[in-house]
């Protein structure tokens, strides 16, 4: 089975440019969280989802960063205008929903960003 | 406000000695705790989990440790082995919430 697949990779971008992050979730899966990985704060939650619709999004930095998910099967994330502080590492991960109390999330290997 | 709290950013032992990982928590209502491995370059991958209602869960070389009156938990790792040298991250949640909250890590190293 394929994991959750994020793109891209990795991305050199200009402070002011827009930054688009994508994720496609392992299929059959309803939770999608959106992470950002620094030296300082370790992993951070930024938001997650269930069946599409954001759940908690308070994690997200500003009003520069916005995140979708207009199917099942693909969410982005947003940064507009970005910034250098912004560069990190966005970790997408899923999980399904087994009602039994504690799931696993999966994630996937990271999009690397550099905004110089 | 760091909920989920990793004292030692690092951790150096020989192999075939055993590895001791720790974290604690503030937050009573969380009650679903996972251990997840991270090698450089690639996503954090599951270890292990835990629910409040254990104290302990064993799965191979790795055992985790759950303290509810202390707010803490460990990751035993026996023997350790150089494959195991990575950064180690733990996770809580509260009971039907899907809101992981991760530490910042420990990086181990196994030296062999």
């Known amino acids: 089975d394929a994991g959750v697949i994020q793109s891209p990779r990795h991305e050199v971008t200009e402070m002011g440019q827009e930054v688009t992050l994508r994720c496609k979730p392992i299929?059959?899966?309803?939770?999608l969280f959106w992470y950002r990985q620094t030296m300082m704060r370790g992993l951070e939650l930024l938001i997650y989802f269930n069946n599409n619709v954001p759940i908690d999004d308070s994690g997200m930095p500003e009003d520069r960063f916005s995140a979708k998910m207009p199917n099942a099967s693909f969410s982005t994330l947003k940064i507009q205008p970005s910034e250098p502080r912004d560069s990190a590492v966005y970790f997408c991960?899923?999980?399904?929903?087994?009602?039994?109390?504690?799931?696993?999330?999966?994630f996937g290997e990271g999009s690397w960003l550099t905004v110089v | 406000d760091q909920q989920v709290k990793q004292n030692s950013p690092s951790l150096s032992v020989q192999e075939g000695r055993i590895s001791i990982l720790n974290c604690d928590y503030t937050?009573?209502?969380?009650?679903?705790f996972l251990w997840y491995k991270k090698y450089p370059a690639e996503g954090p991958t599951f270890l292990i989990s835990i629910s409040s209602i254990k104290d302990k869960n064993e799965d191979g070389r790795f055992t985790v440790f759950l303290n509810k009156s202390a707010k803490h938990l460990s990751l035993h790792i026996v023997p350790s082995q150089p494959g195991d040298s990575a950064v180690y991250f733990c996770a809580a949640s509260g009971l039907g919430t899907y809101k992981y909250i991760f530490g910042t890590g420990t990086r181990l190293k196994v030296l062999a």
């Open positions: 991960a899923s999980s399904q929903d087994r009602g039994l109390g504690g799931n696993t999330i999966y």
């Open positions: 937050n009573s209502m969380f009650d679903y």
């Open positions: 299929s059959g899966h309803d939770y």
